[in-house]
């Protein structure tokens, strides 16, 4: 198997230490071994292991990408983090599309309906939609419903067909990448 990486340029890349894990019956734990640079002949070895720490961690998850701007959130953002973004939208009308080739929802394409309060959840390239039970920040304890959506599925995930996935991750502006790619413009209050 041949793995190919593109960092978007030549950058050279040395070998500076290695992460071991061990695994027992119920326990495991990490140590980190530095390089130990030995003559140009001769492969790296490991250095002596050490404890692998918190500081360590982010700064290598930082390394591989995964800091997260400062910003400040809206009130609406319920969770934030380098692989989720969820956030919660009052009840309100909202302007509804439909497939145009269905004959059904000709009538009604692009009107403006009442919907109810909403939480929205962008993870990697899927949407999912899910109803309140009450037009409030939900909280932990929120019993969440299925949305009154035809392509969204019980579990919340929406059924993107053909449209493009957004592209943006987690930031802010995938809440309103997300809502105008399922075919929903920006909420209007009620």
């Known amino acids: 198997m041949k793995t190919y990486v593109d960092f978007g340029g030549t950058p050279e890349f040395k070998l500076s230490g290695a992460i071991l894990l061990y695994q027992g019956h119920n326990t495991a734990f990490a140590t980190y ?24 961690l982010e700064q290598l998850t930082g390394d591989l990408g995964h800091r997260l701007p400062v910003e400040i959130l809206p009130e609406n953002v319920l969770v934030r983090t380098p692989e989720v973004l969820v956030w919660w939208s009052p009840a309100r009308l909202r302007t509804t599309f439909f497939a145009e080739h269905v004959e059904e929802t000709q009538a009604i394409n692009g009107k ?12 990697g390239r899927e ?19 299925t949305a009154p959506y035809w392509n969204c599925a019980e579990s919340g995930v929406c059924c993107q067909g053909t449209m493009r996935s957004p592209e943006v991750g987690t930031s802010l502006d995938a809440m309103d990448t997300s809502l105008a790619m399922a075919g929903w413009t920006a909420p209007v209050p009620a």
């Not at 130990?36 to 404890?51: F, I, K, N, Y």
């Not at 403006?112 to 993870?123: E, M, S, W």
């Not at 949407?127 to 929120?142: C, F, K, S």
């Open 33 to 56: 071994h530095p390089v130990r640079e030995g003559r140009q002949d001769e492969a790296p070895q490991l250095g002596a292991a050490q404890p692998l720490t918190t500081a360590f």
């Open 112 to 123: 403006r309906f009442p919907q109810p309060a909403l939480v929205f959840k962008v993870a």
């Open 127 to 145: 949407l999912w939609v899910r109803a309140l039970p009450e037009n409030q920040r939900p909280d932990p304890g929120t019993e969440l419903k």
